[in-house]
């Protein structure tokens, strides 16, 4: 039996809400459940229940994230925070609008133990798991930010600061939540993974049908050794039968992540390489120049060399997107305002205080 005085809001699920309200009627539970996924308001606002309800809940159930920082950037379409947990732990999110949809972007833990060498969240290595609570709050947030903003949150991709599948349970359960009280379309939910290979192989076997997004980054087992570690343990013809897996029990497309590092993965034998494994899984690419990072100083690859790139894809018939770089003056790119703000907090005045 948990202790439901240390429950956060969003960790608390149906029945332990229900254990929590026991000498209410059933309906007071469900006033309560639906003030906190469809009216996703503070308990002192759900007007339906009694004040002492309210007091009770707002004591009983606190919020798990507190803001460390928010920035805007792109003329307030990008939205990034950074929060702090309720052990110090600092996770980030950032919620972007776009013409046609509105996504927001979670964290899945703090840190991360895979020490990709070029990503900021590696460089600042593992720290924990998130609960469920503190990944659906990420999303809570940004909804109500959406609000405000005149928008609603259409898309979800696990891409903030850890690895998803490396808290899978957690990952699993948020998932459910998203869709099944917060109203979001599993096909609206996208996983990104380094390619942990179990974790590939229990998402194949999971009902729901989110998609998945591989970062691969190299398509050759020297260099993606050395830019994405875990590739010793999971090297790429294990990583593509993980995917073939996949394919074969989900019927769903795949995208690879590419960030494009200058003079690194950016030339035409990488774009071959990618190309011949993109093509046999029909999985789309997206592109991404690299952020340069405290640790890792490389420059993305310019413009023109991205356009090069995804041309010289195109040309072996494989689907190729440019991701538009977003919130890059405010270092929304994974784990990087972390990263910034403890080494030098004075960086975040670059962003328009909001
Ligand atoms: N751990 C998961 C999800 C979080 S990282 C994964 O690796 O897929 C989300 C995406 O950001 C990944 O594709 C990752 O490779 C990419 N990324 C990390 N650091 C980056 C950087 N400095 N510039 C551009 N993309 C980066
Ligand atoms: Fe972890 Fe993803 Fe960053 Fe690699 S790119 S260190 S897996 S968060």
Redesign the pocket.
């Known amino acids: 039996m948990p202790d439901l005085n240390v429950l956060t809001r969003y960790d608390c699920d149906r029945d332990q809400l229900a254990a929590l309200l026991d000498d209410q009627p059933t309906y007071r539970v469900d006033q309560a459940w639906h003030g906190l996924y469809q009216l996703r308001c503070e308990p002192d606002d759900m007007t339906s229940l009694p004040m002492a309800l309210r007091e009770q809940l707002t004591h009983q159930l606190p919020l798990a994230l507190a803001v460390a920082a928010r920035s805007t950037s792109d003329e307030g379409a990008t939205i990034k925070w950074l929060w702090t947990c309720g052990d110090g732990s600092q996770i980030e999110t950032v919620l972007m609008h776009y013409d046609d949809r509105s996504t927001v972007c979670v964290s899945t833990q703090s840190g991360?133990a895979?020490g990709?060498r070029?990503?900021?969240?590696g460089q600042a290595g593992y720290g924990r798991n998130l609960s469920v609570g503190e990944i659906v709050e990420q999303v809570i947030h940004a909804q109500q930010q959406a609000g405000a903003d005149h928008r609603r949150v259409s898309n979800v991709v696990?891409?903030?600061?850890?690895?998803?599948l490396a808290n899978f349970d957690q990952l699993d359960a948020a998932v459910r939540r998203l869709h099944g009280d917060l109203g979001l379309s599993a096909r609206h939910l996208t996983i990104?993974?380094?390619g942990l290979v179990p974790g590939i192989d229990r998402l194949a076997h999971s009902d729901l049908p989110v998609n998945l997004?591989v970062?691969l980054?190299a398509a050759n087992d020297t260099l993606r050794d050395e830019l994405v570690p875990i590739n010793r343990r999971y090297p790429l013809a294990t990583l593509e039968a993980a995917c073939v897996r996949y394919l074969d029990a989900k019927g769903r497309r795949l995208s690879f992540?590419w960030?494009l590092i200058d003079g690194v993965n950016d030339q035409p034998r990488d774009a071959a390489e990618l190309a011949d494994i993109a093509y046999r899984l029909r999985a789309h690419v997206n592109l991404?120049p690299?952020?340069?990072?405290p640790g890792y100083l490389t420059q993305?690859t310019p413009r023109r060399g991205v356009v090069d790139f995804r041309d010289a894809l195109r040309e072996r018939g494989v689907r190729a997107t440019v991701r538009q770089n977003r919130g890059t003056d405010i270092d929304a790119?994974?784990?990087?305002l972390r990263a910034t703000a403890e080494a030098a907090p004075v960086a975040l005045r670059r962003s328009r205080p909001t």
């Not at 070029?118 to 969240?121: G, L, N, P, R, S």
């Not at 790119?333 to 990087?336: E, S």
């Open positions: 991360c895979m990709c070029f990503c900021a969240t696990f891409m903030g600061m850890g690895e998803p990104s993974t380094v997004a970062s980054h992540e960030a991404i690299l952020n340069p990072t993305g790119a994974c784990g990087q």
